[in-house]
T-cell receptor
């Protein structure tokens, strides 16, 4: 089975712009979670989706949003980018809630 | 709220020596605890979870609810164990709360 894939792998944006990141889960997996990884804050939970419904949300401003499609693919959007949004954004998928999560390679976002 | 603490940012050991990575957590309920590992230029992957009580790549971890700890141990470190290790807690749903990570460097 192919692993979790994330596109794009690298992205450079400027302050004020908005960005959309995509995550394709492992085939058959219905749960997708997103995490932000930075040197200062480490790995922080953004949100979790199951069957197109957001089940849980981390402590991030409303500029961060996401959604899940009927084929379980997920996107996250960050509007009005700030320098501090520069990070590695990781997606993880699992068969269902409370199952083992498998991580993608991440999208590295640089905001200038 | 849950919290995971890994007190050591860097652990340097010689090949063949024992290695122990500390993990302490705070959570009022019954959490699930995990260790994830990230080798150089690879994605984050699950090493082990406390409910399976299995040994992976020679690593073991025991959940001590009294001390709220989930330390990771290996009796004889190998060079290929050099990596970043993260302890994580899952309280509800799929949300993982991660510790800050410990970089392990195994010297020849």
């Amino acid at each position: 089975k192919a692993g979790v894939t994330q596109t794009p792998r690298y992205l450079i944006k400027t302050r004020g712009q908005q960005v959309t990141l995509s995550c394709s889960p492992i085939s058959g997996h219905r749960s997708v979670s997103w995490y932000q990884q930075t040197p200062g804050q480490g790995l922080q939970f953004l949100f979790e989706y199951f069957s197109e419904t957001q089940r849980n949300k981390g402590n991030f401003p409303g500029r961060f949003s996401g959604r899940q499609f009927s084929n379980s693919r997920s996107e996250m959007n960050v509007s009005t980018l700030e320098l501090g949004d520069s990070a590695l954004y990781l997606c993880a998928s699992s068969l269902a809630v409370q199952e083992t999560q498998y991580f993608g390679p991440g999208t590295r976002l640089l905001v200038l | 709220a849950q919290r995971v603490t890994q007190p050591e940012k860097l652990l340097s050991v010689f090949k063949g020596a024992p290695v122990e990575l500390k993990c302490n957590y705070s959570y009022s309920g019954s959490p699930e605890l995990f260790w994830y590992v990230q080798y150089s230029r690879q994605r984050l992957q699950l090493l082990l979870r406390h409910i399976s009580r299995e040994s992976i790549k020679g690593f073991t971890a025991d959940l001590n609810k009294g001390e709220t700890s989930f330390h990771l141990k290996k009796p004889f470190a190998q060079e290929e164990d050099s990596a970043m290790y993260y302890c994580a807690l899952r309280a509800a749903g799929n949300k993982l709360t991660f510790g800050g990570g410990t970089r392990v460097l195994v010297k020849p």
